[in-house]
Structure formats: C-alpha cells, structure tokens
T-cell receptor, first 118, second 113 residues
Framework: DTGVSQDPRHKITKRGQNVTFRCDPISEHNRLYWYRQTLGQGPEFLTYFQNEAQLEKSRLLSDRFSAERPKGSFSTLEIQRTEQGDSAMYLC????????????????FGPGTRLTVL | AQKITQTQPGMFVQEKEAVTLDCTYDTSDQSYGLFWYKQPSSGEMIFLIYQGSYDEQNATEGRYSLNFQKARKSANLVISASQLGDSAMYFCAMREGGNDMRFGAGTRLTVKP
C-alpha cells in the first residue's frame, strides 16, 4: 500500500484568505479522519468520514471550516477567512475495519499540512 | 478533564539502553483501545503499537512493548535497545466508543550516542 498523502505540505497565507487542503487515504480505506495539531500538543480530532458520509464533527470545527469527501476517496478541508489562531499542522488519517490491527481499526496518518497564517 | 496524561515532557536515553515512556488514561468505558505513535521532526505520525482493553497479554512489536496495567489505568511504552533514529516525539492515544482518538501532550525522546 502507498501511505496517506496530503497536499500541500506547507501553506502560508494572509489572514482573511481561504485555504484548501487535500488528503488521499490509503486505497480501500473507507474511514478518513482530520486532526489539528498545534505546537507542543497532541493532535485534536476535527471530523470523521465513513465513505462519503461525514459522521462526526468536533466542536473545534467552527463554521469557517468545511470538509468533504465527495466520492468516498480523497477528502478536502477548507478554512474560510483564516485567522492567526488557525496556524497549525492539519493531519489526515485513514483506517479500515477490515484490516484491523489485532483488534480495533488502527488509524494511519499522512505527513500533514503545516498552515501558517500571517 | 484530561483523558490521556503523559507526565514526561522530555526524556533522555543512552543508545542501546531501554527506556520507558509513561502514559495514564481516564475512562469509564470497559471497551477501549490504546495506541502509541511516533512523530519524527518530519511531522508524520507513525503507528507503533496497540493494546485492547480486553487483551490479557501485553502487546509487543519488535523493540516496542506496552506495559499495560489496567487497574492503574496505565499503558507505558517500553523501547528496548534504543537507536539514534528513535529520537522523536511519542504520543499515547486512546479510542473509546467513538471514532476519534484522544492524544496526550507527548514526550520528546532524545537518544544520546
């Protein structure tokens, strides 16, 4: 399997601009997750898709954030009207219950997109 | 309340020695999973090891083992025969009934030559 890929790896934008990130999960993984990681912290859950359905959203996902997974394959995360507080690493992960690692499905992460809002 | 606590912000270990990274967790669920991930400076989270709450044996994966003490709610990671490439951030995480994972704040491990 190729791993989870994310694009771009780095994004610098000015406050108020919109940004969009892409995540390509491991092929055949039907579950996809987005996390945000700020400096010195562990990742925080943002949202979860099973196939194309967005089944869970964290309260961290304000109305400026939207995520899609239109065909149940790749996913996009858009942030509108970016704020300096949005500066973080955005991580995508995927998993498949059918390939559980000794039990519950294990999430495999991509390299992340580092967002800097000036 | 913090679900996952990693009390060691930083740890040092001599190359070829073993090191234990601490993790305690808080849950009222009977069924849950515990995970350890490694995050090198490149940023990617690398899955290391998994322990299910009903697993009777401690999990092992190569040089990694998980010291699971259910009554104490601890899931410490043991790395044997440390290598320079083990220098990284290490995160403990827990998954309960939902689909999200809760992560601790991490421990930065530095392996000294």
């Amino acid at each position: 399997d190729t791993g989870v890929s994310q694009d771009p790896r780095h994004k610098i934008t000015k406050r108020g601009q919109n940004v969009t990130f892409r995540c390509d999960p491991i092929s055949e993984h039907n579950r996809l997750y987005w996390y945000r990681q700020t400096l010195g912290q562990g990742p925080e859950f943002l949202t979860y898709f099973q196939n194309e359905a967005q089944l869970e959203k964290s309260r961290l996902l304000s109305d400026r954030f939207s995520a899609e997974r239109p065909k149940g394959s790749f996913s996009t995360l858009e942030i509108q009207r970016t704020e300096q507080g949005d500066s973080a690493m955005y991580l995508c992960a995927s998993s498949s219950p059918g390939r559980a690692h000794k039990g519950r499905d294990t999430q495999y992460f991509g390299p992340g997109t580092r967002l800097t809002v000036l | 309340a913090q679900k996952i606590t990693q009390t060691q912000p930083g740890m040092f270990v001599q190359e070829k020695e073993a090191v234990t990274l601490d993790c305690t967790y808080d849950t009222s669920d009977q069924s849950y999973g515990l995970f350890w991930y490694k995050q090198p400076s490149s940023g990617e989270m690398i899955f290391l090891i998994y322990q299910g709450s009903y697993d009777e044996q401690n999990a092992t994966e190569g040089r990694y083992s998980l010291n699971f003490q259910k009554a104490r709610k601890s899931a410490n990671l043991v790395i044997s025969a440390s290598q320079l490439g083990d220098s990284a951030m290490y995160f403990c995480a827990m998954r309960e009934g939902g689909n999200d994972m809760r992560f601790g704040a991490g421990t930065r491990l530095t392996v000294k030559p």
